[in-house]
Nanobody
């Protein structure tokens, strides 16, 4: 089973940037479409972005289009999320998860906290 560790979160002011990483171990994630999700306090987990197994196709939630960029390095078994022009509403715990071919699997890591302040 693949283990996922998210990192790179922190406290940033509005308009700032962060780069999140999702490092996998246990097995390769190169065969999986990978996604980033987030969950803010009191809210449901929501989809943020996804990337195909090869990295050739990317998908974004409307609220991050033009601001966030998902990428992957299969040689490093890692997926990234570059977040620019951060807004207060981007504050959440961010998780990564693989798609098993039928659906997104439940996030299995601790996530990484992103806090945007004014």
């Amino acid at each position: 089973q693949v283990q996922l560790v998210e990192s790179g979160g922190g406290l940033v002011q509005t308009g700032g940037s962060l780069r999140l990483s999702c490092a996998a171990s246990g097995r390769t994630i190169s065969i999986y479409k990978m996604g980033w999700f987030r969950q803010a306090p009191g809210k449901e987990r929501e989809f943020v972005a996804a990337i195909s197994s090869s990295g050739g196709n990317t998908y974004y939630a409307d609220f991050v289009k033009g601001r966030f960029t998902i990428s992957r390095d299969n040689a490093k078994n890692t997926v990234y999320l570059q977040m620019n022009s951060l807004k207060l509403e981007d504050t959440a715990v961010y998780y990564c998860a693989p798609h098993n071919g039928l659906d997104w699997t439940a996030p299995r890591g601790q996530g990484t906290q992103v806090t945007v302040s004014s």
